[in-house]
């Protein structure tokens, strides 16, 4: 199967607050990876990325946390609000040529 | 609007039939994907083609072929369909032949329905 995974596949958030989304990897060679969002009946939407070389970067709203040691990839979205309800995906290069996705996370964010 | 366009939408057939994607990348893409999302596979990458060759495989079946034409856009051909291929079919576009290592842009899908 896929190295890629996410610790749990449904978030429950209240709106306001700040959600943290999992995921481990266990291809120690992966050097890129990307967070996507998927709405229901649409296409998965990136979100951002981070390159190995990298231990954080952040984007509006969104921070992705990179930690090489324990193989463990996070989403922080500050201020979750209604329409950041989707389905996340993390994905990883460990080759050239594709990316290996996880599982996904739903979020719903409750009013 | 990612700018990836994929036709149809919805695609409803019979067990044994054979049926034929379309995916327009970005403009200026010249990498196009396809992948098969299922209830219980997740994303699963088939085949990539960069510039109208073949790029790299994945977990594609031999019933699927896939090709892409000078104007860039690309095929996707499944035959022999059984209800195992229900799911939907992504198509993904990057500027790269390196797609791993660049965001890549996908369209809306098609969902495909065997009955």
């Known amino acids: 199967g896929e190295s890629v995974g996410l610790h749990l596949p449904t978030l429950s958030v209240q709106e306001g607050d700040n959600s943290i989304i999992n995921c481990a990897y266990s291809n120690s060679a992966s050097d890129y990876f990307i967070w996507y969002k998927q709405e229901s009946g649409k296409g998965p939407q990136f979100i951002i990325d981070i390159r190995s070389n990298m231990d954080k970067r952040q984007g509006q709203r969104v921070t992705v946390l990179l930690n090489k040691t324990v193989k463990h990839l996070s989403l922080q979205i500050a201020a979750t609000q209604p329409g950041d309800s989707a389905v996340y995906f993390c994905?990883?290069?460990?080759?050239?040529?594709?990316?290996?996705f996880g599982a996904g996370t739903t979020v719903t964010v409750r009013a | 609007d990612s700018g990836v366009t994929q036709t149809p939408k919805h695609l409803i057939t019979a067990t044994g039939q054979r049926v034929t994607l379309r995916c327009s990348p970005r403009s200026g893409d010249l990498s196009v994907y396809w992948y098969q999302q299922s209830l219980d596979q997740g994303l699963q990458f088939l085949i990539q083609y960069y510039n109208g060759e073949e790029r790299a495989k994945g977990n594609i079946l031999e019933r699927f072929s896939a090709q892409q034409f000078p104007d860039l856009h690309s095929e996707l051909n499944l035959s022999s369909l059984e209800l195992g291929d229900s799911a939907l079919y992504f198509c993904?576009?990057?500027?790269?032949?390196?797609?791993?290592?660049?965001?890549?842009?996908f369209g809306p899908g098609t969902r495909l329905t065997v009955t």
């Open positions: 994905a990883e290069n460990s080759n050239d040529y594709k990316l290996s």
């Open positions: 993904a576009s990057s500027p790269s032949a390196s797609g791993g290592n660049y965001e890549q842009y």
